[in-house]
């Protein structure tokens, strides 16, 4: 990619790049927080045994503190996301009208209404001091016109701007973010889903202690898969999304939607900008540097980083049981030398089989075949390796 295909992206507004890359780094530090959070050996939450008359009950019985960093590592993304915005429209309103006076540039501003008429109300608030880019019928008035929440019809409240909105108006005058354990989704090892998508959905709600997840006939066992996260509250709802679902959809949003049409007018753009590159660098030239970032945002580098974790262990246990494999120490080393990508990779062309069809079964064990034996070699190249460095440390010695 060459720096000339940002021809959409002008010098004014370079800067914004920065921001939006700033703030995924924020974001990648808000994962580090989470991922040690979310992986801690004795899990984010624990159960209790209940016995209930026939029944015995599955008790959370306590929910791990949540680390106070990740609300304030929120609290940097969000107000990053918030001035990326900012930034884009004072950016452009100054090349537009030149230097403002304190007056007018206290008229910039990004608003999120829900209602035309509140919008309507906005802009008949900038007639007086407000900038000549900012007045009645103007291109840029457009532009943030077509960003408003009050396009959504149905629901208004759960457009990107007024949900970035309420997270930062809540953030920077009041409190930090509300965060909690939750258990969006679990399923029965023996009533398994024939898909994620059909996996039944608990309350989005925090986890409380006391709270009944499961419960059997006493002296049955049944396995049983939990999802467990980390969600946030939206500010004056009962909502409770998943935390790093949320700045992912806000994030793509502003960066994807939102910024190019402020400096566009376009609904999208090509290239879109990338979610990060080198800003801790000086650049002779901002746009080759942009060119060679990368499109891959924090939240789905989380994401990626907690499934390859769950496959390994999963695919660890299964190469394990399987005939002529290697000593567990050497799976694990050879699973832990695959990149999460390459890990879910390899996971995706495993067919899911609820019938037990004996094709697709079949075919199965040939793949998991073939990786048991990839350990093996893994593990003899490990040891030729290992033979050779002692052998050189003890010429050496000798010598």
């Known amino acids: 990619m060459t720096s000339s295909q940002y021809s959409w992206l002008p010098d004014h507004h370079l800067g914004v790049a920065a921001t939006l890359a700033h703030t995924d780094e924020v974001i990648a530090n808000l994962s580090e927080v989470l991922y040690a959070f979310q992986t801690q050996e004795d899990g984010i939450f624990q159960l209790a045994e209940v016995p209930v008359g026939e029944y015995s009950q599955s008790v959370v019985a306590s929910v791990a503190p949540i680390p106070r960093k990740v609300q304030l590592l929120v609290v940097d993304a969000m107000v990053g996301l918030r001035n990326a915005l900012e930034h884009t429209l004072f950016a452009e309103v100054e090349y537009r009208d030149g230097d403002l006076d304190a007056k007018a540039a206290r008229q910039v501003e990004i608003p999120a209404n829900e209602t035309i008429e509140n919008f309507q109300k906005w802009i008949a608030s900038k007639r007086k001091n407000g900038p000549p880019s900012l007045q009645a019928d103007s291109e840029l008035l457009e532009r943030i016109d077509a960003l ?150 924090a939240p789905q580098v989380h994401l990626e980083r907690l499934s390859a974790r769950m496959v390994r262990a999963d695919m660890g246990e299964t190469l394990g049981a399987m005939q002529d494999a290697p000593e567990k120490d050497q799976i694990t080393a050879w699973l832990e030398s695959l990149s999460d990508e390459e890990m879910l990779r390899r996971m995706s062309e495993l067919r899911a089989t609820f019938d037990y069809e004996p094709e697709i079964v079949l075919a199965n064990f040939a793949i998991m075949e073939g990786m048991r034996d990839e350990a093996v070699r893994f593990g003899r190249s490990v040891a030729v390796a290992n033979d050779s460095s002692l052998g050189k440390g003890e010429a050496s010695v000798v010598s």
Do not use: C
């Open 148 to 297: 408003q929440p009050y396009h959504r019809v149905q629901d208004p409240s759960d457009h990107p701007l007024a949900i970035l909105a309420a997270h930062t108006n809540r953030y920077k005058h009041r409190t930090v973010p509300s965060t909690a354990v939750m258990l969006p989704a679990m399923y029965r090892e023996d009533q398994m889903p024939s898909s994620l998508s059909d996996l039944p959905r608990r309350p989005e709600a925090p986890l409380q202690v006391g709270e009944v997840i499961a419960e059997n006939p006493i002296g049955t066992k049944v396995m049983v898969t939990l999802f467990p996260t980390v969600g946030i509250n939206r500010p004056d709802t009962a909502r409770w999304p998943v935390l790093m679902k949320e700045l992912d959809q806000l994030a793509h949003w502003v960066r994807a939607v939102a910024v190019p049409r402020l400096i566009t007018g376009a609904p999208s753009v090509v290239p879109a900008l990338p979610a990060r590159y080198a800003i801790a660098v000086g650049h002779e030239d901002d746009r080759s540097s942009l060119a060679g970032g990368s499109a891959k945002a």
